[in-house]
Every structure is written in structure tokens, then in C-alpha cells.
């Protein structure tokens, strides 16, 4: 299956779609510096810099093999700025009002859009859905029912089949922060996390790295804590990307405050996975999905002396680039194995 990713950001929808098997053909967002390393993640995919809703984009033609995914922007609608002020909420209720409607007039057969779950999204889409019943419909997700290592709740709609698809896929083996770690060859530096609310009596909200940690933002990363709450350090973009099942190739922007927004901003590869598996089934007149069990935490990597972790990481991404470009040869070549 084809994909275009809309509003695409650092690329986690492109990241799940591709782990899903399906050819992200064309990226498109407004920022060109998460989309630049999008197009160096996915070499692959076309990335085109556009205001959507404003600039022309030509994407291609509506086709049964050909999903739609938008991430329209989400900021102005959050819990964390409802009461201050409905202008910027407006303008993002006029986007999925668009969104929704481009793909309707372009009569794509397979679509899906994601945003936060709020008392103004949902309402917008039972209108939407009242008005359109066959070919709208929405259901809130939990990223970790997919195998995230966090609890991210989403709205996704998309037409009924999609949706109805996506509810049927079986829970997955759940993942803990410190699976998710561990299957990145690491190992927490702290046994809790907490996040910037306060429970009753003023004590820090903390999770066990045993369980899924909480919803990673794009304005702040997660604390890493002891068991009294007191703070180890805050977590770094890498860490946030971690939780977001972005794999250790995936090249994050420089500057820590810019790479936390184009993380927390992205879409769950968790979630992303399964939309696109969710799609592949429709199209291929499945019945249903199978659970997306997510890989034993077992794996390790060798063990390397004299050598930093930032340097491992940063030898370990030249040699995934270094595989990428032997693919993209191997393809261009038109030959059944990659090139000695």
C-alpha cells in the first residue's frame, strides 16, 4: 500500500507505516527541519515543504492501493490550554474541518486522521459523522494497547471499515519503560518517572519504569525519579524517542528544546503500525488483524569498551545509513540482493 503522510512532522507516522511494510510515497509539513530529517530517516519518500490548507500540493490520485494520513496540528487543542483563549482552538477545528474534507472530495477510499481527544474534536466529529455516516467515523486509541511503552490517547478517524478494523486488533503484550530500554540495549537511569502534576498532598505523579510511562510531551520531557520523587534528571529527546518506539537509527533534530517538540509532537510508531495495518486488511478484504505483538525485550548489544554511548549511537546510525544506501542501490539496480 501507498501512503502520504500530511502534516508530517519527524515522520512518526512515515516510521510505522514503513515498519508496517507499506511505501510512504510523499511527506508533506510546514516546518522544514523535521522534514529534512524525515527525508534522510525515509530516503525513499518524497518530502515537499507546504502551509497545507493555504499552499498547493498536488498528491497523487485517489486509488484503492492509496492511504491519506493527516496529523493535523494539535497544540491549540489541548487540555493544557483549554481557557486560554478560543481563537488558535478555532483555527484548529477549521483544520480537521478541512482535512476531512479534502478527502472526501478527492474520494480517497482509505484515510485516517489524528488528534487529541477533547470535549470540542469530538464534537466536531459527531457532526461530521452525522453528516457523512458511511465514510466517517472516530474512536479514541491508547498507543500502549499497541505495544508503546506509554499510555497516548488519540482520536483517529477514517472511514467506518478502517475504524471498525482498528478496534478489532487484539491488546499486545504490554511494554514497559524498562523493555522498551532494553530492547535498545540501555537501561533506565532511574527506577521511577514523574510528570509535572501533583497528586493529593502536593506528592509528585510517579510510574514504575516496570509500567508504561506517561504521555510524552512536546513542550517538556518526563522527569527520571527515585521512589521519593526526588529528580535523577530529566529525560533527553533520545529518551522521549524511545517511548515513542522511534528505532535508534531515526535521526532527531540538534537542540534539545527543538528535538522534545518534533518528538512530542510526532504520532506513536506504535499507533501508526496499526493504522496502516488496519488500511492493508481493508484493502485486501480481511477479515481482521492479528494481535502486533511487539519484539521480546532480549535483545542486546554487544557490550564495547572505550566507547561513549552518544559515539556508539552515532556509529550505529552511520551504519544504518550506510544499509539504507545499499538498498536504494540494490533497487536502482533492479538485483535480488544488496551489493558486496
Avoid at 481563537?87 to 478527502?103: P, Y
Avoid at 459527531?126 to 497516548?152: I, M, T
Avoid at 537509527?249 to 501508526?272: D, E, F, H, I, Y
Amino acid at each position: 500500500m501507498r501512503v502520504c503522510d500530511l502534516f508530517a512532522g519527524l515522520g512518526g507516522f512515515t516510521c510505522g507505516a514503513l515498519e508496517a511494510g507499506a511505501d510512504v510515497v510523499l511527506a508533506v509539513d510546514s516546518d522544514p527541519a523535521p522534514l529534512k530529517l524525515l527525508g534522510a530517516n525515509a530516503p525513499r519518500t518524497k518530502t515537499v515543504v507546504a502551509t497545507l490548507g493555504k499552499d498547493s500540493v498536488e498528491l497523487p490520485p485517489a486509488a484503492p492501493d492509496l492511504h491519506i494520513h493527516m496529523s493535523t496540528p494539535c497544540t491549540t487543542l489541548s487540555v493544557a490550554r483549554s481557557g486560554k483563549g478560543t481563537a488558535t482552538s478555532d483555527h484548529g477545528l477549521q483544520m480537521i474541518r478541512w482535512a476531512v474534507e479534502l478527502v472526501l472530495e478527492r474520494g480517497d477510499h482509505s484515510w485516517s486522521l489524528e488528534n487529541v481527544a477533547t470535549r470540542a474534536t469530538r464534537a466536531l466529529f459527531s457532526e461530521l459523522e452525522a453528516a457523512h455516516p458511511e465514510r466517517v467515523a472516530c474512536a479514541v486509541f491508547d498507543s500502549a494497547d499497541f505495544g508503546a511503552p506509554q499510555s497516548r490517547t488519540r482520536l483517529i478517524a477514517g472511514p467506518k471499515r478502517l475504524i471498525r478494523m482498528l478496534q478489532g486488533i487484539p491488546c499486545s503484550r504490554r511494554v514497559s519503560i524498562r523493555d522498551a530500554f532494553a530492547e535498545r540495549g540501555e537501561v533506565p537511569p532511574a527506577n521511577y518517572c514523574k510528570n509535572q502534576t501533583r497528586g493529593h498532598g502536593g506528592n509528585p505523579t510517579m510510574r514504575s519504569v516496570e509500567a508504561q510511562s506517561f504521555t510524552v510531551c512536546a513542550g517538556h520531557g518526563l522527569t527520571w525519579c527515585g521512589p521519593d520523587g526526588k529528580t535523577v534528571k530529566v529525560m533527553t529527546s533520545w529518551d522521549s524517542s524511545v517511548l515513542m518506539g522511534f528505532p535508534s537509527s531515526w535521526r532527531l533534530p540538534k537542540g534539545s528544546r527543538v528535538s522534545q517538540r518534533a518528538v512530542g509532537n510526532a504520532v506513536c510508531v506504535a499507533l501508526s503500525k496499526a493504522i496502516v495495518l488496519a488500511a492493508m486488511a481493508v484493502h485486501n478484504g480481511e477479515a481482521a488483524v492479528a494481535a502486533i505483538e511487539p519484539e521480546p525485550a532480549t535483545r542486546k548489544r554487544p557490550a564495547i569498551t572505550g566507547v561513549s554511548r552518544s559515539k556508539y549511537r552515532n556509529l550505529r546510525r552511520r551504519v544504518d545509513k550506510l544499509e539504507r544506501h545499499l538498498l536504494a542501490l540494490r533497487d536502482h539496480c533492479g538485483v535480488d540482493t544488496p551489493p558486496c
